[in-house]
């Protein structure tokens, strides 16, 4: 459903949650890469949840991928990455 959606809707912002080993939205990543070279910038900003900590490069993530946010995820910590990223 996600992929079907990002077909037919521009969002804001992108929350995937990666899962035990990151890879579970791996088969959107190409669609949120067309949207992104559509955009002609770097929107919408993708953000991973992530049960690892460290940068989208050091975890090995597609470089779609703005930023990761640790586990457990609470509105304090994943808020003020929104904001900054819708912000830009």
Do not use: F, H, W
Request: charged share 25%; with cysteine.
């Amino acid at each position: 459903m996600a992929a079907r959606t990002l077909r037919s809707l521009v969002p804001g912002a992108i929350v995937l949650d990666g899962g035990p080993d990151n890879r579970d939205c791996d088969n959107l990543m190409p669609g949120i890469e067309t949207l992104r070279r559509t955009s002609g910038k770097s929107l919408p900003p993708v953000i991973l949840l992530s049960t690892k900590t460290g940068t989208p490069e050091s975890l090995g993530l597609s470089s779609v991928v703005d930023v990761v946010v640790a586990k457990p995820i609470t509105p304090e910590r994943l808020q003020p990455v929104i904001d900054r990223l819708v912000r830009r």
